[in-house]
Every structure is written in structure tokens, then in C-alpha cells.
């Protein structure tokens, strides 16, 4: 875990968090869902809500930093997920229209369905690549087992099983609350960007994990 995140947890005192996971530096923390305010301030006594909230954009700040597009540009090549199969855009196609739509909004109306629905985009054509990719093909029930069953044959052998579990739990969160609804959805700049910094934490911490040898 970043050593400025556990300063700031240590500093909390006795405030109740939600377990984060990470990777010994070979993936980034995505899991700042389990130390949002919305689930964490009805566990603990209102005199710290303060603190909790203050805590918590702290440490978002800090994961903000751990997360950038030359990084995620990099991973998509390792893993030739900026090849394009049957007329279809490749993963890099779509993450680079959703980070290039984010920074040059073409409207003000309707931003969101110009980023955040590529970026859902690039992050199922990467699941479906992954999948195809799997030694043993075995079929899956949900979004949640993909992710488990690609972490379980084509993790890195020093990744724990309980990070994947944590990624693929993080991907379920990030496509009902950030990315289905992102069609109708008419949210403010700031929202907008933390959507787009959880999907590319999510796309860091999941590929970092995985093993691109063994998906050749």
C-alpha cells in the first residue's frame, strides 16, 4: 500500500475503515469505494464524520496521482490490446477517445456518453480478449466471475486470490454505478473525472495483476 495512504489511516485514529488491498507496488489501489464516506460515516460515531470525509479526499488525492494514460497506453500495447479484430475498434481505440472526449468535451449537453461509454468500451473489449485468452475455457455467470476466473489462470504468481476478488468486485461497482448509467446521466465535471480516474485505476490495478506471457 502507498506509504502516504497508510500515514493517513494510521493519523485517523480508531476511525472504522473498510479493508484496501494492494499489490506490492505491481498494481495501483482502486478500491477507494471501500473507504467512501457514503458506507463508511454510518459506521462510526458523528463527532469523526469530519475527519472521515477529510481523510477521504486525502487519500483519493493521492491515488489520483498513481494513476496516469502513459501507464495504461503501455499495458494495453503488452497485452496487444491496441489491435483492432473484424472492424472493431481495439481497446486503445476506445480508451483514447474516452480520456481525448474528458480533456476536449465536444458538448456540454450530453458530455458523458462521449467518454465514459468508450471506456466501458475498452474495458470489455479488454475482458473479452482476456477471456479468449484463458488456458482453460470454462464458462462464466456474470461480470464478477469473468474477472475471477481470468485473475484465477492469468495472474502474476505473486498476486494473491483476494485481490482479484477485490478487482473484480471493483469492476461490478464501476459498471453499475459509473459506467450503465453513464448514457443518461448528466453529471458535473468533478463527477466526470472521478469516473474516469476509477476506471483507469481499475484498468491499472487489473492488468498489473495479470501476467501478459501467458496470455501469448
Not at 459509473?178 to 463527477?191: G, M, N, P, V
Request: charged share 25%.
Amino acid at each position: 500500500m502507498n506509504n502516504e495512504i497508510v500515514k493517513i489511516l494510521v493519523q485517523s485514529n480508531n476511525i472504522n475503515f473498510y479493508p484496501v488491498y494492494s499489490t506490492s507496488g505491481t498494481a495501483s489501489i482502486s478500491f477507494m469505494d471501500s473507504l467512501n464516506p457514503t458506507f463508511v460515516l454510518p459506521l462510526n460515531d458523528p463527532s469523526k464524520h469530519e475527519v472521515i470525509i477529510s481523510k477521504y479526499h486525502e487519500v483519493e488525492n493521492i491515488t489520483q496521482r498513481d494513476v496516469n494514460e502513459k501507464d495504461i497506453i503501455n499495458l494495453l500495447i503488452e497485452f496487444g490490446f491496441d489491435k483492432s479484430l473484424k472492424e472493431r475498434k481495439s481497446a486503445l481505440e476506445h480508451f483514447k477517445i474516452a480520456i481525448s472526449a474528458f480533456k476536449k468535451p465536444i458538448s456540454d449537453d450530453n458530455p458523458v456518453s462521449t467518454s465514459l461509454i468508450p471506456m466501458r468500451e475498452c474495458i470489455k473489449t479488454i475482458i473479452d480478449g482476456l477471456l479468449k485468452c484463458r488456458p482453460v475455457q470454462v464458462k462464466t455467470r456474470n461480470e464478477y466471475n469473468k474477472i475471477i476466473s481470468i485473475g484465477e489462470q492469468l495472474k502474476k504468481d505473486t498476486i494473491p486470490k483476494e485481490l482479484i476478488a477485490s478487482i473484480a468486485n471493483k469492476w461490478t461497482i464501476i459498471l453499475d454505478r459509473y459506467l450503465s448509467t453513464a448514457k443518461e446521466a448528466k453529471i458535473s465535471r468533478d463527477e466526470w473525472n472521478h469516473r474516469i480516474i476509477q476506471s483507469m485505476l481499475f484498468l491499472k490495478s487489473f492488468l498489473s495483476a495479470l501476467d501478459s506471457k501467458k496470455c501469448n
